[in-house]
T-cell receptor, first 110, second 112 residues
Framework: TQLLEQSPQFLSIQEGENLTVYCNSS?????LQWYRQEPGEGPVLLVT?????EVKKLKRLTFQFGDARKDSSLHITAAQPGDTGLYLC??????????FGAGTTVTVRA | NAGVMQNPRHLVRRRGQEARLRCSPM?????VYWYRQLPEEGLKFMVY????????ESGMPKERFSAEFPKEGPSILRIQQVVRGDSAAYFC??????????FGAGTRLSVL
C-alpha cells in the first residue's frame, strides 16, 4: 500500500482548461514536496509546502497543504502542452526517507 | 536535476552479470540517496549514505545489492548477478544536511 495516494492516475485535458491533482495520506507530514518528471528524466522539484493550510503559487500552478498536513493539491490554471508530464507528491514522515505517490500523468492536448 | 550527475544513463546487462551505477552529488552536498522506480510504480527508497557511511539501507534487497559513498569519488550502487526483475530506473538524489533532495536524471537498467 502507498503511504501517499494520488488521484487521478491519468488526466487528459485540452489546452486552456484547468486541472487539479490530489495527494492524500492518513499520516501527518512535516512537509510535502511536488515534483514533475518528464520521460527519461529524473524528478524535478516544483515546490515544498511546510505549514498546514499553506498556499503557494508558481506562475499558473497553485499548491495547497491541508490544515492537518495529511493532504495536498496541485491546481494548474489554463494548462499548456508544456505542462504535460508525470506529477509526483512526496513526503518524509521520518526525516530523510521520501515516500512518493504513484504519480499523476497529465497530458495537455494542443 | 542540475548538478546531480548519474552515469551511465542507460545500461544493458545479461542475466548473471554485474551492474554498477554511479552518482556524483551536487557540489556541497554530503548526503546521497538511491531510489528505484519500477514500471507503473512510484519511486521507492533504497539506501541513504553519507561519506564513508551507510546510514539506512532498509529499502535495499538483502541479497546482491550494495552501495557505497567513498571519501573520494562518486557513490556506487552495485547489483551482482542481475535478474530480469532488476530492470528499472535507478535514481540518485543528494541534499545538504537535512535538506531538500535533488534528483539526477537516472540510470535505466535493462536486463536481458
Amino acid at each position: 500500500t502507498q503511504l501517499l495516494e494520488q488521484s487521478p492516475q491519468f488526466l487528459s485535458i485540452q489546452e486552456g482548461e484547468n486541472l487539479t491533482v490530489y495527494c492524500n495520506s492518513s499520516s501527518v507530514f512535516s512537509s510535502l514536496q511536488w515534483y514533475r518528471q518528464e520521460p527519461g528524466e529524473g524528478p524535478v522539484l516544483l515546490v515544498t509546502v511546510v505549514t498546514g493550510g499553506e498556499v503557494k503559487k508558481l506562475k499558473r500552478l497553485t499548491f495547497q497543504f491541508g490544515d492537518a498536513r495529511k493532504d495536498s493539491s496541485l491546481h494548474i490554471t489554463a494548462a499548456q502542452p508544456g505542462d504535460t508530464g508525470l506529477y509526483l507528491c512526496a513526503g518524509a514522515p521520518n526525516d530523510y526517507k521520501l515516500s512518493f505517490g504513484a504519480g499523476t500523468t497529465v497530458t495537455v492536448r494542443a | 536535476n542540475a548538478g546531480v550527475m548519474q552515469n551511465p544513463r542507460h545500461l544493458v546487462r545479461r542475466r548473471g552479470q554485474e551492474a554498477r551505477l554511479r552518482c556524483s552529488p551536487m557540489k556541497g552536498h554530503s548526503h546521497v540517496y538511491w531510489y528505484r522506480q519500477l514500471p507503473e510504480e512510484g519511486l521507492k527508497f533504497m539506501v541513504y549514505l553519507q561519506k564513508e557511511n551507510i546510514i539506512d539501507e532498509s529499502g535495499m534487497p538483502k541479497e546482491r545489492f550494495s552501495a557505497e559513498f567513498p571519501k573520494e569519488g562518486p557513490s556506487i550502487l552495485r547489483i551482482q548477478q542481475v535478474v530480469r526483475g532488476d530492470s528499472a530506473a535507478y535514481f540518485c538524489a543528494s541534499s545538504p544536511q537535512d535538506g531538500i533532495q535533488y534528483f539526477g536524471a537516472g540510470t535505466r537498467l535493462s536486463v536481458l
